[in-house]
């Protein structure tokens, strides 16, 4: 029995334009993904930014709801489970995210942040001695010196504070930990130092690891197993033994052709892929990768090629991949710069959000600009409502209608919070939504003072600080 077993995954996020805020289109982050992984088996899952492979180890890590397919762990099916029905689960999956500034909370220390997977499973007593003693003991594992216990987030290093990511996520003991680009965002230095202490972990505890990297080499140097990601598709799945010889699909080809090679005198040759990623709002129809694909013919461009068997354990997504033509891959020679500049293209650190996380971003960013229009519509009403009532009080009934402004700017207001709070980004724009909707309250509660005869706002505010 698989301890985790994926079948036909899918996960978009609509993306909502104009006024109504209709659906007019979805990103297709995760698109059909089945694979497995075994207990204590080390999975990695490889592919360039945007790919989709965050959202997937998210959307396996319960995070993000799926849109469709099952997650099956230890035989369960645990994709539609409530948050409530997932609690025990969250003890055996846990997560270590790319971000090891934005992942903690920075006004907790490190022993409020350490005891809380404890405490919310029940896994230790309210003595606070066991409680610092048990804190001490993970620090010491994943190399922290025990004076760390009451520090905050901001007195580590960017390495240090991923290793206290990495002791919340082996606090519970979990059988699957899902990292996230755990060492994309430090030095190359500290990256080694990560590797170095995930590898002890891996080996020490019996724990299956899938390792989410845009880094082929560090992947194969971690993981047993490497699935290819492209545009949301597994486009192969083998070993990572195999990986060096048997590689078969044409994407897999041109990432490890990037790989740097740390020897001056052996000049490899590379296999750049032309054109850009497809945006995966509009994904192209046939083979998501013929649009760069040096062998794409037309069979490509209307059929997509399924998940194939072609050995045990290597399953390849591509028409040819049997024939001659997969493995005589032109790779053709290029200049220096003209390498550097392709490969770092393919293979750099993430720099750049995910591009569904871009059209959440999107998203937000215009709910909230409609707020923002609406309360600077509502700032006019409050304004403007005194002399227009004053100079044309036959023209008084117009403050009925242009109530909709206060109105509108309090409800964007709120659907931005929702979206921020649904989506887990985009927390920059609240402010902007706030104030919308505090003009957009301030408005109508000028409206109903004016309306119960205790005149406008200004008049309102002026009784009020002549009481106090
Ligand atoms: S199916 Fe065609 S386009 Fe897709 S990877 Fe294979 S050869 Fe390239």
């Not at 709801?65 to 999956?93: H, Q, W």
């Not at 990601?229 to 195999?242: F, K, P, T």
């Amino acid at each position: 029995m698989a301890l985790l077993e994926i079948r036909n995954l899918v996960k978009k996020f609509p993306v909502r334009r104009g006024f109504f805020n209709r659906v007019v289109g979805h990103v297709h982050a995760v698109n059909d993904v089945s694979f497995t992984v075994e207990a204590g088996q080390k999975v990695g899952l490889v592919g360039e930014s945007g790919c989709g492979k965050s959202t997937l180890g998210k959307t396996l890590a319960r995070l993000w709801e799926p849109t469709s397919g099952s997650i099956r762990y230890k035989n369960v099916e645990i994709s539609k489970f409530s948050d409530a029905a997932m609690l025990p689960y969250r003890k055996e999956i846990q997560f270590i995210f790319q971000d090891p500034y934005g992942s903690l909370n920075p006004k907790m220390t490190v022993f409020s942040t350490l005891i809380e997977p404890y405490k919310v499973h029940n896994l230790v007593s309210n003595s606070r001695e066991e409680q610092r003693k048990l804190i001490a003991d993970l620090l010491e594992t994943v190399g922290l010196p025990a004076d760390s216990i009451d520090k905050y987030p901001h007195e580590f290093s960017g390495g240090q504070r991923q290793r206290i990511g990495i002791a919340r996520a082996i606090a519970t003991q979990p059988e699957l930990i899902i990292a996230d680009e755990p060492v994309s965002a430090l030095d190359v230095s500290v990256q080694a130092q990560i590797v170095n202490l995930l590898d002890k972990l891996r080996d020490d505890q019996e724990v299956a690891f899938l390792f989410i990297s845009h880094d082929l080499k560090v992947v194969h140097h971690f993981c047993e197993e490497i699935i290819v990601m492209y545009l949301g598709h597994i486009v192969e799945i083998l070993s990572s033994e195999a990986l060096y010889e048997d590689a078969s699909h044409p994407y897999t080809k041109a990432l490890l052709s990037a790989i740097p090679v740390d020897d001056p005198f052996n000049r490899v040759e590379r296999q750049l892929l032309e054109g850009d990623v497809p945006s995966p709002i509009e994904l192209p129809t046939g083979c998501p990768f013929h649009t760069r694909c040096p062998l794409a013919v037309q069979e490509c461009r209307e059929h997509k090629p399924s998940l194939r068997t072609i050995s045990s354990g290597h399953h390849v997504a591509c028409h040819f991949v049997e024939g001659e033509q997969a493995t005589k891959i032109d790779i053709g020679a290029y200049d220096d710069e003209k390498v550097h500049k392709k490969a770092h293209k393919e293979l750099s650190l993430a720099v750049e959000a995910d591009a569904e996380e871009k059209a959440l971003q999107v998203e937000i960013v215009e709910e909230s600009g409609r707020a923002m229009g609406w309360g600077i519509a509502a700032l006019f009403h409050v304004i403007l409502s005194p002399y227009l009532l004053q100079s044309f009080p036959a023209l008084g009934w117009l403050l009925y209608p242009m109530l909709l402004f206060p109105v509108m700017a309090i409800w964007k207001g709120l659907l931005t919070h929702d979206l921020v709070k649904a989506r887990n980004t985009g927390e920059d724009w609240l402010p902007q939504a706030n104030w919308s909707m505090g003009i957009g309250w301030a408005c109508l509660i000028s409206w109903t003072s004016e309306m119960m005869g205790l005149g406008h706002l200004w008049s309102l505010l002026g009784h009020l600080f002549g009481a106090l």
